[in-house]
């Protein structure tokens, strides 16, 4: 086999590859009849060229039969390509025109005698007017596929009925993983089509975020959401469904601000979602705007536990003391409250009794606070600091020492927290990963209580 053959071999293998690689990234969709129609067509044209390519006389004749077998299985092949996504059927249309290109190109040099026995100056007339054929040939073959290509895109997709699929894709409800996948999978060929746009393409993110949301355990949904918005800008509730998929994440906190604030521009009189918005101004600490969507959301449901608590928080950070146990109180009288509700309403009530100077209030508070949630650190801290408010160093020691079983007051969170306050420096007191309270660091505690227990977190007298 001459060397040129052997070239064109190796570049021919490299475009089966590109081909069969282009159907398989597919995700596995394509019929396997297809792929193996692809790879016999390729090998198919590959031996002709291997056995033609010495026999120029031939050259028409093999080239003619590569552009019919290209032709073929593009026509074959490109409306189940085009029905799943029209950017991977041009991909398939570039690709098998480059590979009749050249093919063309490289059995011509392959077969012609002359191209390696003189310059391409002192070619004949003849040689000329042959050349010319075959470039009006590749022309053809080139404004053919194009032409094909160009047909597909603007109606090859209309040939597939895509009502039954947008019906799977639409399907709700619990159901095996099998059919969670087949509902995954039509949507997904909708989206890749690339002929679905704004509502028909929100309606269809917002379904797969519902198919997903449907797993055992749920899977992300917040990429379908963030694609519904971006087809539909308009569209409520998916900038809603945005919002509280990112409130549940810890690093979405900041998007789902704007998420809300989308999902209020379109409803602006709605309480629920200024009780949504209220709640991640709280996360990001924009507590002043928080106080005030929280009010709005109150007024609609007084009696929301869970809306008490958030706005108990942002009062309680606005200094606004007496309204953050008001909001508190009124959270907890809800006799069905949630656990995270409760703890949060008796933490920021607690807090709030201790800053007031309500000392039996609070150390009362505090007591609630350690019966119901005994690994929360804010109950044993306010009780002990309230009784060092009051005078009562034994008590407030004795709660210390109780206090070391805590798994986040141990004897070296203690220390410290004493160096971060300042009180005494790390020299002063040995460092300590024991679970009982020993010299020096009892000496200094006591000392501390004696002092009034000075911190910067209460102002205690």
């Excluded at 159907?23 to 033609?52: K, P, Q, S, W």
């Amino acid at each position: 086999m001459p060397d040129s053959v052997k070239t064109f071999v190796g570049i021919w293998v490299v475009l089966i590859i590109i081909g069969i690689g282009g159907v398989m990234l597919e995700g596995g969709r394509a019929d396997a009849g297809e792929v193996a129609i692809l790879i016999v067509g390729h090998a198919i044209n590959g031996t002709l060229v291997a056995f033609c390519a010495h026999r120029r006389r031939w050259a028409r004749t093999v080239l003619a039969i590569l552009v019919a077998l290209g032709a073929a299985m593009m026509l074959f092949t490109l409306p189940d390509q085009f029905a799943y996504s029209t950017g991977w059927a041009l991909a398939a249309v570039a690709v098998n025109a480059a590979a009749v290109v050249a093919t063309g190109l490289l059995f011509t040099r392959s077969a012609s005698d002359w191209f390696a026995e003189r310059p391409l100056v002192q070619r004949t007339p003849e040689e000329r007017a042959r050349s010319r054929r075959s470039g009006a040939i590749a022309g053809l073959v080139v404004a053919a596929v194009a032409v094909v290509g160009g047909a597909y895109w603007l109606w090859g997709a209309a040939l597939t009925d895509w009502e039954p699929i947008r019906q799977t894709c639409l399907e709700t409800g619990v159901a095996d993983d099998r059919t969670l996948d087949r509902r995954v999978e039509a949507c997904d060929r909708i989206i890749a089509s690339d002929w679905f746009v704004g509502r028909d393409l929100a309606a269809v993110h917002m379904a797969r975020a519902a198919t997903l949301q449907t797993y055992d355990p749920p899977r992300s949904a917040t990429a379908d959401y963030q694609a519904a918005t971006a087809a539909d800008p308009d569209n409520l509730s998916a900038w809603r469904l945005l919002g509280e998929a990112q409130l549940a994440s810890d690093y979405g906190r900041f998007s789902a601000v704007n998420a809300f604030r989308q999902a209020l521009r379109l409803d602006p009189d709605n309480p629920e979602l200024h009780g949504l918005y209220g709640h991640a101004l709280v996360l990001t600490e924009h507590y002043d705007e928080a106080e005030d969507e929280l009010q709005i959301a109150v007024a609609a449901r007084p009696a929301e536990s869970a809306l008490l608590a958030l706005l108990s928080e942002a009062q309680y950070w606005q200094e606004e003391l007496e309204a953050a146990v008001a909001s508190a109180n009124a959270a907890l009288a809800d006799p069905d409250i949630a656990s995270e509700t409760m703890r949060a309403a008796l933490v920021f009530r607690s807090e709030s009794l201790l800053r007031l100077h309500r000392y039996d209030a609070a150390i009362a508070s505090a007591a609630d606070l350690e019966e119901h949630f005994p690994r929360e650190v804010g109950g044993p801290v306010v009780r002990i600091l309230a009784h060092c408010a009051t005078g009562d160093a034994d008590r407030a020691m004795q709660g210390i020492a109780e206090a070391t079983t805590h798994p986040q007051l141990r004897p070296g969170d203690w220390r410290a927290a004493l160096v971060d306050w300042g009180y005494v420096t790390p020299a002063e007191v040995s460092d300590t990963n024991g679970q009982v309270l020993e010299p020096p660091l009892t000496d200094v505690l006591r000392r501390w209580v004696d002092d009034g227990c000075p911190q910067p977190m209460f102002d205690l007298p």
